[in-house]
């Protein structure tokens, strides 16, 4: 590698690494923020918080590098051309094709690396966040008994206090309701004073009560009438068990099958198995209305009824009057059971084509999003070149916004692929394909050294050059260099 190359490169590494890491963390934080309802309350582990956080990260890669290496590649040039290295190189007879060969080799090599992070890396981040995430939702929440409420976090309990001491053990007026028998309000405990105390593993809950009464309904027995009993103590302890709040995985296999948790080849595979499924609805249709019609089954799945010479109007008026009655209900019955089996069949064959859709997509977005590293790049090299700003000013407003136009070109091919208005295909590459004429024509323009964004002196003459603006719009204290 030349000095001229090497100098590009060791250039472009640290904007690159630091714009990727801070628009994944954006991404994260984003992530965050939209379950952070599912997060609150649940005496999660930390451990388990920054597993949650590691693994989403991890699935976030594909959207956080095509930034990444959009933002740096303008920040890197447009620092060289704002500090007239650029401008010394192409004096010098370097072309910008042959000085953004190593941002340009930097882009192949990223979006190969892209490409198998996506295909090995993203699956199992996706399988373990997934599950994760699943049984943080399912998780309930951490038992917080308050003043004045009845709390029911229990099963089968209700419990009220009406006052907390400072030290969160002490509490005072205490009920407790228990509806573990199924028959309501019939067993009941009220004290004065108690205590909260959890045991060491947190299985269970001990509320010592003390200065207290119990107030119990026994159920009758041998037709024999109920009996009330009332108990008083000086203490009693009640034991709660708290297994049902400790937090538990699940099988992650149950997941397995889902499309964001496969790599290209099971995707393949899967799509097959979903092209024979909806093969065999088909069969099972034609097979079903074979006993009723006669049909020719054709290759594209269309069906053709083959009817006879004589209208139906003449058969049923050949029938005896005394069955047509009969005969038209049987008819009218078998005609619902043929019309819902088609219906349910139809609708079976829509699902398996909307799953396969889902599975093409992930397909093609593997594909997409590692290529689009290697355009981005390229892009950005021109961009900055026109711009002629480094640091993070100019450089970010304009790679949000044509990340912005990447991104929602990105969801909205999604959603019309997943819709089936338009083939998979197109929808996973329309980003691209709308940023690729736009990509060819700021290279051209960078090419030429032609400015697309005006600076604040052309801005200013500009404005005052024109003449349907009245004169006072124009003072001369503002446009003192050009008011002559």
Same mark, same amino acid.
């Given at each position: 590698?030349k000095?001229?190359?090497?100098?590009?490169?060791r250039s472009?590494?640290p904007?690159?690494?630091?714009?990727?890491?801070?628009?994944?963390?954006?991404?994260?934080?984003?992530?965050?923020?939209?379950?952070?309802?599912?997060?609150?309350?649940?005496?999660?582990?930390?451990?388990?918080?920054?597993?949650?956080?590691?693994?989403?990260?991890?699935?976030?890669?594909?959207?956080?590098?095509?930034?990444?290496?959009l933002?740096?590649?303008?920040?890197?040039?447009?620092?060289?051309a704002?500090?007239?290295?650029?401008?010394?190189?192409?004096?010098?007879?370097?072309?910008?094709?042959?000085?953004?060969?190593?941002?340009?080799?930097?882009?192949?090599?990223?979006?190969?690396?892209?490409?198998i992070?996506?295909?090995?890396?993203?699956?199992?981040?996706?399988l373990?966040s997934g599950?994760?995430?699943?049984?943080?939702?399912?998780?309930?929440p951490?038992?917080?008994?308050?003043?004045g409420?009845?709390?029911?976090g229990?099963?089968?309990?209700?419990?009220?206090?009406?006052k907390?001491?400072?030290?969160?053990?002490?509490?005072?007026?205490?009920?407790?309701?228990?509806?573990?028998s199924?028959?309501?309000?019939?067993?009941?405990?009220?004290?004065?004073?108690?205590?909260?105390v959890?045991?060491a593993?947190?299985?269970?809950?001990?509320?010592t009560?003390?200065?207290?009464?119990?107030?119990?309904?026994?159920?009758?027995?041998?037709?024999?009438?109920?009996?009330?009993?009332?108990?008083d103590?000086?203490?009693?302890?009640?034991?709660f068990?708290?297994?049902?709040?400790?937090?538990?995985?699940?099988?992650?296999?149950l997941?397995?099958?889902h499309?964001?948790?496969?790599?290209?080849?099971?995707?393949?595979?899967q799509?097959?198995?979903?092209?024979?499924?909806r093969?065999?609805?088909?069969?099972?249709?034609?097979n079903? $209305?074979?006993?009723?019609?006669? =049909?020719?089954?054709l290759?594209?799945?269309? &069906?053709? #009824? /083959?009817?006879? %010479?004589h209208?139906?109007?003449?058969?049923?008026?050949?029938l005896?009057?005394?069955?047509?009655?009969?005969?038209?209900?049987?008819?009218?019955?078998?005609a619902?059971?043929?019309?819902?089996n088609?219906?349910?069949?139809?609708?079976?064959?829509?699902?398996?084509?909307?799953?396969m859709a889902?599975?093409?997509?992930?397909?093609?977005?593997?594909f997409?999003?590692?290529?689009?590293?290697?355009?981005l790049?390229?892009?950005?090299?021109?961009?900055?070149?026109?711009?002629?700003?480094?640091?993070?000013?100019?450089?970010?407003?304009?790679?949000?916004?044509?990340?912005?136009?990447f991104?929602?070109?990105?969801?909205?091919?999604q959603k019309?692929?997943?819709?089936?208005?338009?083939?998979?295909? $197109?929808?996973?590459?329309?980003p =691209?394909?709308?940023l690729?004429?736009?990509? &060819?024509? #700021? /290279?051209?323009? %960078?090419?030429q050294?032609?400015?697309?964004f005006?600076s604040?002196?052309?801005?200013?003459?500009?404005?005052?050059?024109?003449k349907w603006?009245?004169?006072f719009?124009k003072?001369?204290?503002i446009?003192?260099?050009?008011?002559?």
């Open positions: 590698m000095k001229i190359d090497w100098l590009i490169f472009f590494v904007p690159f690494i630091a714009t990727f890491f801070i628009t994944l963390f954006v991404f994260l934080m984003q992530f965050v923020w939209k379950y952070i309802d599912d997060l609150a309350g649940k005496d999660l582990e930390l451990f388990v918080v920054a597993k949650l956080l590691f693994y989403t990260s991890a699935s976030l890669v594909p959207l956080s590098l095509p930034l990444a290496c933002l740096a590649s303008i920040m890197t040039m447009g620092n060289l704002e500090h007239q290295e650029l401008t010394a190189f192409k004096s010098s007879g370097v072309s910008l094709f042959r000085f953004m060969r190593s941002i340009v080799y930097a882009g192949f090599a990223l979006s190969a690396c892209a490409f992070f996506n295909n090995y890396i993203i699956p199992v981040a996706n373990k599950t994760l995430l699943y049984d943080i939702q399912n998780n309930k951490s038992l917080s008994i308050k003043e409420k009845f709390n029911n229990i099963d089968g309990y209700s419990i009220k206090i009406a907390k001491d400072m030290d969160g053990k002490t509490i005072h007026d205490v009920m407790i309701y228990d509806h573990t199924g028959r309501g309000d019939d067993n009941i405990i009220v004290a004065k004073q108690g205590e909260l959890t045991t593993d947190k299985r269970f809950l001990i509320i009560l003390k200065d207290g009464s119990h107030y119990q309904d026994v159920a009758p027995k041998n037709n024999q009438a109920s009996e009330f009993v009332r108990s103590f000086k203490e009693y302890k009640k034991y068990d708290l297994s049902g709040f400790k937090f538990e995985r699940t099988n992650e296999n997941f397995k099958n499309y964001q948790m496969m790599n290209i080849r099971q995707l393949m595979n799509t097959d198995t979903l092209l024979k499924q093969m065999g609805y088909y069969s099972f249709l034609h079903y $209305l074979k006993r009723y019609y006669n =049909l020719n089954f290759p594209d799945t269309n &069906l053709k #009824v /083959v009817t006879t %010479a209208p139906i109007s003449n058969f049923y008026e050949s005896p009057k005394k069955n047509r009655t009969k005969i038209a209900e049987q008819a009218f019955t078998l619902q059971d043929v019309r819902s088609i219906i349910s069949t139809t609708r079976d064959v829509g699902y398996s084509k909307e799953n889902r599975f093409d997509i992930e397909i093609q977005h593997k997409s999003y590692s290529f689009a590293c290697l355009m790049i390229i892009m950005g090299g021109a961009l900055g070149a026109i711009i002629r700003k480094g640091g993070l000013g100019l450089p970010l407003v304009v790679a949000v916004s044509f990340f912005v136009v991104h929602v070109s990105n969801m909205t091919g019309f692929a997943e819709g089936m208005k338009i083939p998979v295909w $197109l929808g996973c590459w329309m =691209l394909i709308v690729f004429p736009v990509a &060819l024509w #700021v /290279v051209d323009k %960078a090419r050294d032609a400015l697309i005006l604040r002196d052309s801005i200013i003459h500009k404005f005052y050059t024109i603006i009245p004169k719009m003072p001369k204290f446009f003192k260099n050009y008011y002559q």
